[in-house]
């Protein structure tokens, strides 16, 4: 297609200007709730990822031969399907992390960020640039839940990927960062998402009005 977008500017687009957790604000809920340590945060933005790989890979395979009429349905078809998969592959292969995520996992399926580029880019580019959309959206996204789940169990318990041996079979993520560290309680409830996440936004606004102001005057930045 003459008008399809060039790979680097699919990328830019889902990792800065079109970040869904920074910028479109979607999938809120999961990234809130379940980011309170970065386990948690890495397993369900990994998962995320995939279902975002996935199922733009498929809806940009059946583009031409599902009807306009039921596309919509057709694309919740999909991306349950392949929702329920990651849920039982985690299920059998990393179950104490499915344990802790529980419902979230199946809510991927209502997540607008999966539904929103099925329509608006899926189903309108080949599978190959659905797939590095669907990964560059993914990306951005698993960013910003890795880094509220950082940052949040940093403050509030003084870890890093505590966990992650249980959980992810990955004991070497696991690190002490701050010894004897009595913990922020505020930083894991509910509140510390929705502050974290707030000066993240803050800070990408910052450096975007910095990054403007450098571009319209090139003599004063350098």
Known sequence: MNDAPAPRTILEYGLSSGNAGLVQL???CPLLAVSNNAVNALGLGLATLL???ATNTVVASIR???RRDVRIPAFVMVIAAVVTTIELSMRAFLPDLHAV???FVPLIVTNCAIMGRAEAFASRHDPARAALDGFAIGLGFLAVLLAIGLIRELFGAGTL?????????LPWLEL???????GFLLAILPPGAFIVLALLIA???RWQARRAAASAHPMEAT
């Open 51 to 53: 279902a975002l790989i």
């Open 176 to 182: 002490t960062a701050i010894e004897h560290y009595r």
């Open 64 to 66: 031409r031969l599902t």
């Open 26 to 28: 979607l999938g809120l």
């Open 101 to 103: 995520l529980g419902l």
């Open 161 to 169: 990927f505590a966990g992650a041996g249980r959980m992810l079979h």
């Open 203 to 205: 800070l990408r606004n």
